[in-house]
């Protein structure tokens, strides 16, 4: 069946470094990727999705490229905020278009 | 923006006992779900609800759980009995559409804990 993997279960980086968090997947069928974001007791909101190969969209300062080849949905952004500190979750959809695969989520935390 | 609401945000409960989640989705949206997370562990699709009937359901979704959206108000995820490994934290969602013609609003979560 389909699957996503993030490798980080914690990264802690200081304010105004790069930020880039892992997530690839596996999947039968040509998949729909999503980030969410879920700040502390708030509810996971969606952040980037991508359906279409090699293109980047961008949200909040925050891009993910869909790479099938790789198959892999890295999100990046140029400068880690303080207020970027939650958890990220990597998912996916395609053999059912009717729910979501979600990876075991990275947690963020930036520093001054 | 719209959101979903969950109620309880809490709750205890002894094993054995029924429980009833409740969600109040997005007022237009059609598709409702449940995911559970147990601590520790990545989300995992329960169940999804369209048009009064569940469309889909994983493994996790057994015997002692069901779903129902009763008059159009709340959606809820009843477990009767509970059993230990029943305690998670539960997020409802809903979304007007399917992916990816739609997005999905989530809840806050209820975090359950059976003893």
């Known amino acids: 069946g389909d699957s996503v993997t993030q490798t980080e279960g914690l990264v802690t980086l200081t304010e105004g470094l790069p930020v880039m968090l892992n997530c690839t997947y596996q999947?039968?069928?040509?998949?729909?990727l999503f980030w969410y974001v879920q700040h502390l007791n708030e509810a996971p909101k969606l952040l980037l999705k991508?359906?279409?190969?090699?293109k980047r969209p961008e949200h909040q300062g925050f891009h993910a490229t869909l790479h099938k080849s790789s198959s892999s949905f890295h999100l990046q952004k140029s400068s880690a905020q303080l207020s970027d500190s939650a958890l990220y979750y990597c998912?996916?959809?395609?053999?059912?278009?009717?729910?979501?695969?979600f990876g075991q989520g990275t947690s963020l935390s930036v520093v001054p | 923006g719209p959101k979903v609401l969950q109620i309880p945000s809490h709750q205890i409960i002894d094993m054995g006992q029924m429980v009833t989640l409740n969600c109040d989705p997005v007022?237009?949206?059609?598709?409702f779900y449940w995911y559970k997370q147990i601590l520790g562990q990545q989300m995992e699709f329960l169940v999804n609800?369209?048009?009064?009937?569940?469309?889909?359901k994983s493994k996790l979704f057994k015997d002692q759980f069901s779903v129902e959206r009763p008059d159009g108000s709340y959606f809820t995820l009843k477990i009767q009995p509970t059993a230990l490994e029943d305690s998670a934290v539960y997020f409802c969602?809903?979304?007007?559409?399917?992916?990816?013609?739609?997005?999905?609003?989530f809840g806050s979560g209820t975090r359950l804990l059976v003893i």
């Open positions: 999947s039968t069928y040509s998949p729909f």
């Open positions: 991508s359906f279409t190969d090699n």
């Open positions: 969602a809903s979304s007007l559409g399917n992916i990816p013609n739609s997005d999905y609003t």
């Open positions: 609800f369209y048009n009064g009937k569940v469309m889909e």
């Open positions: 998912a996916s959809a395609s053999s059912s278009f009717s729910k979501l695969v």
């Open positions: 007022s237009n949206h059609l598709y």
